[in-house]
């Protein structure tokens, strides 16, 4: 490895490590697909996610044997810091690989309804994934970077009752 791949690599690792969101996007045929903001955990020199099951994140084209563009953002601040290329596995549920990434991932995991049951479900339902960071990163963008909405079935608020702003702001009379 070259001084400058060191330095990356040591760059996505701290950045992996104090964020625990990190954008990734596929790698298709043609290399585009919509990039996510997913939860991980940095384990082992990978990142490692949890996912495609029911109540748990997607993890839309990462397939094992795959690649995938990581993007990791500053904590402090939230913007872009550095984006690279990663090797995408899936450990099969119950080898050592998995148990490791499912004992790291399970600590991190947020409002679990089924804690103690979560790494039985997982196996079960779910897909673990490791992400692991291949060589140099890559060039920062200089174009714009919008990009549509995914599609989703999430709906918008109804508009508030004509009535409803009386009944909560009404002066008490005495």
Known sequence: MT???????????????????????AEGGDGSGAER??????????????GDGPGEQPLPGLADGGHAVLTLRSKDKGGRLVTC????TEPAPGSPAW??????????????????AMP???????RVL???PLGAALPQPSGPL???????AATTREPVPAPLPRLLFRRRRR
């Open 120 to 126: 039985e479900r997982w196996a079960r339902e779910c």
């Open 3 to 25: 001084t400058t791949e060191l330095f990356d690599r040591a760059l996505v690792e701290e950045a992996a490590k104090k964020s625990a969101l990190v954008w990734v996007r």
């Open 130 to 132: 490791r992400l692991e």
């Open 85 to 88: 290329r990663a090797a995408v």
């Open 37 to 50: 903001a997913l939860w991980h955990v940095w384990h082992d020199g990978a990142v490692c996610l949890v």
């Open 99 to 116: 148990e490791e990434a499912v004992a790291e991932l399970k600590g991190k995991r947020l409002n679990a309804a089924d804690a103690e």
């Open 146 to 152: 919008a990009a549509a909405p995914l599609p989703t």
